[in-house]
């Protein structure tokens, strides 16, 4: 560098080095004797800082964020600044500075002005240091450039020596979401990476502010750069620090959801935070949230929390219904949640539909399983108490009360018989189309419920027209009588000969009288007993 002075008054002879942060152009030193440097002397412009070619007369502060350390310094003739040194990046000067001052806290300053947008109305202390704009800062003296706010912290005002956290339920992500419409609620965080349009304002970092989360995501610790996306079974609304669980009777099976779903028509949920709901079983049903809304953020309308089991009376074979079936005529349902209703038992009705019981059928009637309706005994046939499966035949001796639907088999009274199965009568006197009949004369029965009348002793078998007789002949009385009876119907025999003629029935013709018994021959005398036996 060229040693630089300066004359203070006219006609001097002597040259003053140039004191620290000054400098001089070349003069004199360009003169080609004292006289020359003399004339331009006198002769000179001493009213410019920069008097260059001319002989010097005072020397000029360094310009702004330059300085001189040395005494007499001098600039070269075309580079009036050469004297004075650029302040290095990050620090700055005053005119006339002999030295260069760090950048303050919450400033910078560089060779490249524009970099972090700067903005030289913000100056610090008439140099040219920068405040650090909303979104940067710088931490200590000295710094070249402002250094961006990390991911998931902001800075909101100029000269920031710091950066904030995000607070809970928002981040630093500055930029757009997918489209909700268009993304169907699965936005992720690749969302926030993958973007092609990344730019200023799709970033993470340099944030002037932090924003909430959208709905569907949150930030559960401070500083976080990105909201983290719902999990499914959870839900947030706008700006939340956690997500909060479907509540009973919703689900969500989606990531980043602003809002649950409602259980639809066969489904039900019981837990909270369920990612998808539970399908009714056969002998359930449910009838479903119904309608849900469509704005973001809506409230959830749940639907039910429980399959509700079908009624008495009802029955449901499918899963997954809102309704159940009644159960058809001859069927029954007595407990709640079946998938198949039960028969009637054997011996039970019943007529009308989405009944919980069967009703006994009554004395005379019958049914099989699963009967609408009790069927009546048929004729000769009887159920004598209620809720019975089949009909008994009267047997042979007896008789049904009532051509149909009867309750009771009654005895053919004494002196009457019935030898066929089935019979029935009124009163068991009047006969019916197979009731019960008198005995034919000669014949009698004395006990009720006779299948067959008794020949009378002395009595030939005949072949009457109501039946034939077991007993064949009958032998004669012991007391050699022959008994008759003294017309149908009899209970009992006399000897015939206390009767008068009993009438024979017409079929077959009535046998020849029996011939009067002969008189008996006296008994003999009864034996003489032995002699004694003669002594030994």
Known sequence: MSSSSYTPSYGSFTCFPCPMGTFQTTGANDASSVTDAYEIALFSNFSGLYSIGSTPNTCSPCPINTYNPYVGGAAGVNDYQS????????????????????????????????????????????????????????????????????????????????CTLCPLGQSSYQGNYDDRSVASNKETVSTFNDNPNFN??????????????????????????????????????????????????????????????????????????????????????????????????????PGQTACT????????PSSGTDTCIACAAGTYADVTGLAKCKLCQAGREQPGTGQPTCAQCDAGYYSSYGSALCTACPTGSITPKPGTSRCTTCPPGFYANLPSAAFACRACPAGYYSPYNGTYSADGYTFGPKGCFKCPPNTYSNRPGSSACTLCQGQVASNFFFG?????????????????????GATRCKPCSLLRPAPMPPNPPRPPPPSPPSPLPPSPPPPSPPPPSPPP
């Open 200 to 301: 200023f304002q799709n970033r993470l970092a340099a944030a002037p502010n932090c924003v909430s989360n959208p709905f569907g995501y949150f930030t559960d610790t401070f500083g976080l750069p990105l909201p983290l996306p719902c999990r499914t079974g959870t839900y947030a609304l706008q700006g939340q620090s956690y997500c909060q669980l479907c509540p009973e009777g919703s689900y969500q099976s989606n990531f980043a959801s602003d809002r649950c779903v409602g259980c639809p028509v066969g489904t039900a949920q019981s837990l909270q935070g369920a990612f998808k709901c539970t399908t009714c079983t056969a002998g359930t049903f449910s009838i479903g949230a119904g309608a849900q809304p469509t704005a973001v953020g809506a409230a959830t309308v």
């Open 83 to 162: 004297g004075c040194m650029n302040c290095p990046d990050g620090t700055f000067a005053l005119t006339g500075s002999y030295q260069c001052s760090k950048c303050p806290a919450g400033t910078s300053r560089n060779m490249y002005p524009n970099i972090n947008s700067g903005n030289y109305e913000n100056v610090v202390s008439g140099g040219q240091c920068q405040f650090c704009q909303p979104g940067f800062y710088a931490d200590s003296a000295g710094m070249s450039r402002c250094l961006p706010c990390p991911a998931g912290s902001y800075s909101s005002d100029y000269g920031a020596t710091y």
């Open 309 to 316: 089991p079908c009624g008495l009376g009802y029955y449901q």
């Open 468 to 488: 034939n007789w077991p007993n064949g002949a009958s032998a004669a009385a012991n007391d050699g009588l022959i008994y008759c009876t003294d017309g149908d």
